[in-house]
Structure formats: structure tokens, C-alpha cells
């Protein structure tokens, strides 16, 4: 099994409301993808972190192995959740993968 977290801060640009919108539409998209792509077993995404954290979001999923995390990265569903409902808000990106 290989776990794949991602650690997000947004863009500073945004208010508190929008903060809140992008947060649910980012937890929402990813977490839907669950069931359709090979090899995801768990998707959970966190957008409430305590005041002593220096990030606003969490990605923690877990996947079969390598080869289906890599199939993931490039899967049309995964794509179009990144490039519509991540990278447009983030401002940066940290990824830890590793096997469990």
C-alpha cells in the first residue's frame, strides 16, 4: 500500500466566505473521485486545520500500490478536479508518498 498526502496553502487572496467555498468544492471533488479510479482506496481531505498550523488543506489517500498512484496522477477525473478546483486556488504544494 502507498500513501500519498498533500499539503495545500491558498492563495492569499481570497476572503474568508470564498475560503470556505473553495475549501469544500476542493474536499468534495477529490473526495468524489473515491470508486473511480483504479487502485484509490482512501480519499479523505482535512480543510480545518488548528491555529498552530502553517497549511490550510490535507490531502490523505492510500492506494494499492505505486503503479496505481501514478495512474492516478494522470487519470482524466483526477485532472480535471486538480486543474479546476486545486491549482486554480493554491498558492503552494507539498507531497509525501510513501509505502505503509
Known amino acids: 500500500m502507498v ?26 471533488g477529490l473526495e468524489g473521485l473515491k470508486g473511480q479510479i483504479p487502485g484509490l482506496v482512501e480519499i479523505k481531505v482535512n480543510t480545518k486545520p488548528l491555529a498552530s498550523s502553517n497549511c490550510d488543506l490535507m490531502l490523505d489517500s492510500l492506494f494499492d500500490n505505486e503503479e496505481s498512484l501514478k495512474g492516478y496522477a494522470v487519470h482524466p477525473k ?17 507531497c509525501m508518498d510513501y509505502e505503509v
Open 78 to 94: 483526477h485532472v480535471e478536479v486538480a486543474d479546476g478546483k486545486v491549482r486554480p486556488y493554491t498558492a503552494s504544494r507539498v
Open 3 to 28: 500513501k500519498h498526502v498533500i499539503l495545500w496553502t491558498l492563495k492569499d487572496e481570497y476572503s474568508g466566505v470564498e475560503i470556505d467555498k473553495i475549501k469544500a468544492d476542493i474536499k468534495a
